[in-house]
T-cell receptor, first 111, second 118 residues
Framework: DAGVIQSPRHEVTEMGQEVTLRCKPI?????LFWYRQTMMRGLELLIY????????DSGMPEDRFSAKMPNASFSTLKIQPSEPRDSAVYFC?????????FGPGTRLTVL | AQKVTQAQTEISVVEKEDVTLDCVYE???????LFWYKQPPSGELVFLIR??????QNEISGRYSWNFQKSTSSFNFTITASQVVDSAVYFC???????????????FGTGTLLAVQP
């Protein structure tokens, strides 16, 4: 299996622009998670889905962030408009029964 | 409330030394899962082990071993005969059981940076 796939791996954008991060989970996994990693806050959950349904989005910082999972093999995390404080590494993870496997991450830099 | 504490921020050892990374957790659930992940300098998060709350057996995998003790709410990780390739940040994490076998979110500790010097 290819593992969790994330794109792009690196994104540099300017403040105010829309950013879309993409994730393809491992085939057969029924849960998908979006995490953010920063030096100040460490690894924190943004949102997660079970069977394509959002279960907990309490970690989404504000209305500028949105996430979708239109089917079992694809999810997006969108930031609109982006701000410099959104600069971080965004990880997607998928799981089937408890163990989460992480993608390589997207390093986002907002100038 | 769930919490994971990794009190050791950084550890530096010389190759071939043994090193133990500490992890203490808090949860009110009786069923939960504990994990260790490795984050090498390349940045990916690599799953190492999962332990179920009802299984206190220690586990050994090559040079890695894990000591789970519910009485002290600890899940410590030991690397025997450390190698330079072990240099990474190691995260301990906790997940409470979701309903119907569903996966629940991970609560991560702040990580321990292990530097193995040649």
């Amino acid at each position: 299996d290819a593992g969790v796939i994330q794109s792009p791996r690196h994104e540099v954008t300017e403040m105010g622009q829309e950013v879309t991060l993409r994730c393809k989970p491992i085939s057969g996994h029924n849960s998908l998670f979006w995490y953010r990693q920063t030096m100040m806050r460490g690894l924190e959950l943004l949102i997660y889905f079970n069977n394509n349904v959002p279960i907990d989005d309490s970690g989404m910082p504000e209305d500028r962030f949105s996430a979708k999972m239109p089917n079992a093999s694809f999810s997006t995390l969108k930031i609109q408009p982006s701000e410099p404080r959104d600069s971080a590494v965004y990880f997607c993870a998928s799981s089937y029964r408890y163990t989460q496997y992480f993608g390589p991450g997207t390093r986002l830099t907002v100038l | 409330a769930q919490k994971v504490t990794q009190a050791q921020t950084e550890i530096s050892v010389v190759e071939k030394e043994d090193v133990t990374l500490d992890c203490v957790y808090e949860t009110r659930d009786t069923t939960y899962y504990l994990f260790w992940y490795k984050q090498p300098p390349s940045g990916e998060l690599v799953f190492l082990i999962r332990r179920n709350s009802f299984d206190e057996q220690n586990e050994i995998s090559g040079r890695y071993s894990w000591n789970f003790q519910k009485s002290t709410s600890s899940f410590n990780f030991t690397i025997t005969a450390s190698q330079v390739v072990d240099s990474a940040v190691y995260f301990c994490a906790l997940s409470e059981a979701g309903g119907g076998g569903a996966t629940n979110k991970l609560i991560f500790g702040t990580g321990t940076l292990l530097a193995v010097q040649p």
